[in-house]
């Protein structure tokens, strides 16, 4: 059970806007940045969002992300096949010692 | 070009040891803060432990808290993980990463925990 609440899976056909959502609490969303991060198979994650709504360099505008209270969103617009990933949210929670937590992950279909 | 490289990931006896490397390269390491991440087989991300640049702050997942140790070589330009008591839930692709917004992530190394 993650410390941190994603939709198991989302989809969506070319062309389409997706939302997949991280859902958390005060002590790590409300009190902290949000990243998301793609991971393709049987590659290694690749940061998308920093800092709740930033795109590093390289990654098209069609990514962003927003926060608002305990929850926080990835929006996918002029979805493409190659969109098609597993989709990780993660931010640091400060309660107990402190640790980072990631989300369970949503797999996304492009039908 | 910015890059990090696991090594020492292998298969392991229950209540094992093993000793995780990531290099980097192409970047100043001495200024930079990392992390262990580590995936098993069909799940999701699990965060392990965190570095700071001098060493100063540490930080652990309660799953690995008492059995894994982080360190760093800001010379060797290099990150570690001694694992020991490793048990079957340990197995797993471990990922290094860099900064807290883990901008950089290795390919990572398979440690495999079983008898």
């Known amino acids: 059970q993650s410390v941190l609440t994603q939709p198991p899976s989302a989809s969506g056909t070319p062309g389409q806007r997706v939302t997949i959502s991280c859902s958390g609490s005060s002590s790590n969303i409300g009190s902290s940045y949000v990243y998301w991060y793609q991971q393709l198979p049987g590659t290694a994650p690749k940061l998308l969002i920093y800092?709740?709504?930033l795109r590093p360099s390289g990654v098209p505008d069609r990514f962003s992300g927003s926060k608002s209270g305990t929850s926080a969103s990835l929006a996918i617009s002029g979805l493409r096949s190659e969109d098609e990933s597993d989709y990780y949210c993660?931010?640091?929670?400060?309660?107990?010692?402190?640790?980072?937590?990631f989300g369970g992950g949503t797999k996304l279909t492009v039908l | 070009e910015v890059q990090l490289v696991e090594s020492g990931g292998g298969l392991v006896q229950p209540g094992g040891s093993l000793r995780l490397s990531c290099a980097s390269s192409g970047f100043n390491f001495n200024n930079y803060s990392m992390n262990w991440v580590r995936q098993a087989p069909g799940k999701g991300l699990e965060w392990v432990s965190y570095?700071?640049?001098?060493?100063?702050?540490?930080y652990y997942a309660d799953s690995v808290k008492g059995r894994f140790t982080i360190s760093r070589d800001n010379a060797k330009n290099s990150l570690y993980l001694q694992m020991d008591g490793l048990r079957a839930d340990d197995t797993a692709v471990y990922f290094c990463?860099?900064?807290?917004?883990?901008?950089?992530w290795g390919q990572g190394t398979t440690v495999t925990v079983s008898s």
């Open positions: 570095i700071t640049s001098s060493s100063s702050s540490i």
């Open positions: 800092m709740n709504n």
């Open positions: 990463a860099r900064l807290v917004a883990m901008d950089v």
């Open positions: 993660g931010t640091w929670d400060s309660s107990q010692s402190g640790s980072w937590v």
